[in-house]
């Protein structure tokens, strides 16, 4: 990012925001899971074998389609961009351990699991 500082100057944040905060959800759904903000232990939590169809919504499909219209709509090309780096890397990176079924892909399919 700080070599891309001298060309976008500071909306190259945007780029930081995109690829890096997008994983606020993962705290996000330890907080409300486990009801506590301890960030040490969500952070190991993740890392734990057996998870199976975590719901992290700004990884979903749905999320996905919504987010990139906005950043479209608005012209944020550094935040899709850093955005749609962040979710191929974890594709891949969910690819390579076999991880599918640890994430919900799609926030509608999770939902009807449940009902
Ligand atoms: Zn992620």
Request: hydrophobic residues 50%; contains cysteine; aromatic residues 26%.
């Amino acid at each position: 990012m700080i070599t891309l500082y001298p060309f976008y100057n500071w909306p190259v944040l945007y780029l930081f925001i995109g690829g890096f905060l997008i994983d606020f959800d993962h705290y996000l759904y330890y907080i409300i899971k486990f009801r506590s903000l301890n960030l040490k232990k969500a952070s190991k939590y993740f890392l734990k074998p057996g998870l199976k169809d975590v719901l992290v919504i700004f990884h979903t499909f749905e999320f996905m389609i919504v987010f990139t219209l906005f950043c479209l709509y608005f012209n944020l090309y550094l935040l899709l961009t850093g955005y749609l780096i962040h979710n191929i890397l974890d594709y891949i990176y969910l690819y390579k351990h076999n991880f599918f079924n640890r994430r919900a892909s799609s926030l509608l399919m999770w939902i009807v699991r449940r009902v």
